[in-house]
């Protein structure tokens, strides 16, 4: 008698939309085909889960993997081993590559190198002044995430700032596309407040100011033409007042690193490893964020993955790279703000798996249900571990956490009925496939 599942995970607490429950888990090619009691079932592999959390995969919608072009910082292979050695099972990646991704052929180039990724992925395209007659099609194309804008300067050449160019963008999108809201104009006219050798004066030029600008007018503009708007790596108490007040038409992403760290304590501990765009500001913005989180304005968590080799962080103040890795630690650290109470575990499954589907229309993922795919994120919440730059797969091996113990550790990564990750070893095929949408095709 052939056994009727491929992969049965037995005995773990599932978490999802209806709760936390103890139930086994029966998947068949690639997908939840049941839950339930499946004792004296039998299947090819069995995995005991016993003593284990067992969530809906973890999705990153926002990462930089750095291929092609940058390879020497990252590459969608590295980039997929620290995402799965870190829980993640599906990632959206970004557009500031080198070609920027900004049309069908790049998008397309970008999905063949992606199967040698470990994970799924979808690759946002990067709106700008030449390409809007392109949209919506690039925005339903295979692989495409939607569209990406950058309105302030950051790493790379992509810059939309100019009022009719936003408007034009905003006015074609037919998804939802996610903006780096950060008014271009301020940080032109603030450059000289950045003091050289300071990665703490970052903050002092890019200031609330800077994001509150861009995120307001970002706003207008989608409730003007009706259009959904994602704001990326919300970093301030200003922008999160603001944003309660416009949820039909804004979500809103913050990252780990905006709630764990803050200034002055991180420059100084960190120096330039610290520096990212927008930055990490003081305890006033991160307790905003936080309460932003548990009044249900924060919609998803982003990493915003963005390495760069030590040599390029090490540069002086300014010429030092903006952005910190981010997608291997986000479970971890996140899991340890569970263990401290700042957020429960439903919420937490809220922010990276059902908040990405119900944002962006992500077909067959988002939650454990049958007939869904088997994308798991195997949790120990008891587990006490310390991060260290030697287990941080990115090419780049560093994190701005090394030394850092936390509670609460990914024990597993399952990508589609596949064990990718166990135990700190990558044991899975590189089987990355486009994540589907329902707007797209
Ligand atoms: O700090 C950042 N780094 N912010 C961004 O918006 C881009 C990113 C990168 O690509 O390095």
Redesign the pocket.
Known sequence: MTDPYDLLLRGGTFVNHDGRTQRDIGIQAGRIAALGDLSGVTAVEVIDARGLHILPGVIDTQV?FREPGLEHKEDLETGSRAAVMGGVTAVFE?P?TKPLTTSAEALADKVARARRMFCDFAFYVGGTRENIGNMPALERLEGSAGIKVFMGS???DLLVDDELSLDRIVARIWRRAAF?AEDEARLRERMGLRRPGDPGSHLVWRDEQVALIATRRLVRLAETHGKRVHVLHVSTAEEMAFLAGHKDWASVEVTPHHLTLAAPECYERLGTYAQ??PPVRDERHRDALWAALRAGVVDVLGS?H?P?TREEKDHPYPDS???MTGVQTLVPIMLDHVNAGRLTLERFVDLTSHGPRRLFGIRGKGQIAVGYDADLTVVDLKRRQTISNAWIKSRCGWSPYDGITVQGWPVGTIVRGRRVMWEGEITGPAHGEPIRFLEAG
């Open positions: 930089h970004m500031n950051s790493t790379g780096h990212m765009n915003d963005a760069h790279h903006s952005g």
